[in-house]
């Protein structure tokens, strides 16, 4: 450091004791970059309604890393709840299972509870399963079932789809006509916590993380999609 041979971040540092972290700094020696072991950190949140999920936030509302009390690695949301959305999100430092998870081809399910003004019928339900137009564009298939019970002026719902579009579950049922009033995320892939509160995070344990990787791995495996005369040979995109 001395012979200024260390630089941190395009800056060169000769003050012994300078600390950097080398999972964020750019820290070289004579130009070369230092490789240590990243450690991956796998964190189910289950987020609460009123905050951005994302880093930081420019209005300065609250974001979901304020909720990661004691965790020192740079972690990130994978893929996004909106500010209204409850239930469960993954956050990680694996960039390589975070692209795999957001990418439309993966269609890892998600699961949400939803209830929406009024009680749709078979009708409504059936459009939903096949798919409504979202700003010009269908959405996939999607497995709905209407929770059984009598609720006065709305109904419950749980309803799995595999693709990320944004505000799509809302979106959904304002397409037939019954508004979300609730919206909470139960599952992700393999992932699934009723035990964890609004707010509460905890590490993914080994066989959690083996089965989601698993999940990861595989290509349009969910929903069946209905069959259609074939008309190229190219790909369709999911």
Known sequence: MLEGRVTVNGDTIRELGTKADASKDDIRVDGR???IAVRHR??????????????SDPQRRQTVMELLS???????????????????????????LAARLTHPRHEVPR????????????????????????EGRRTDPAHVTLVPGRHEGHALLRITIAEG?????????????????YLRRVAIGPLKD?????????????AEVAAL????????????KPTRPAKSTRPTKQ
């Open 33 to 35: 970059r230092l490789k």
């Open 42 to 55: 796998y964190l189910l949140l289950n987020k609460p309604k009123g905050f951005i999920t994302t880093r």
């Open 70 to 96: 004691g965790v020192r690695e740079y972690v990130y949301p994978v893929g996004r709840l909106d500010y209204e959305t409850e239930g469960l999100l993954l956050l990680t430092n694996d960039g390589d």
């Open 111 to 134: 699961v949400y509870e939803v209830r929406v003004l009024g009680v749709p019928d078979a009708h409504d339900i059936e459009r939903l399963a096949k798919g409504v137009t979202i």
């Open 165 to 181: 579009r944004n505000r799509q579950v809302r979106r959904m049922f304002e397409a037939i006509g019954h508004p979300v009033d």
């Open 194 to 206: 009723s035990r964890l509160r609004p707010g509460q995070w905890r590490d993914l344990t080994e």
């Open 213 to 224: 990787k698993k999940v990861a791995a595989r290509q349009g495996q969910f929903p069946a």
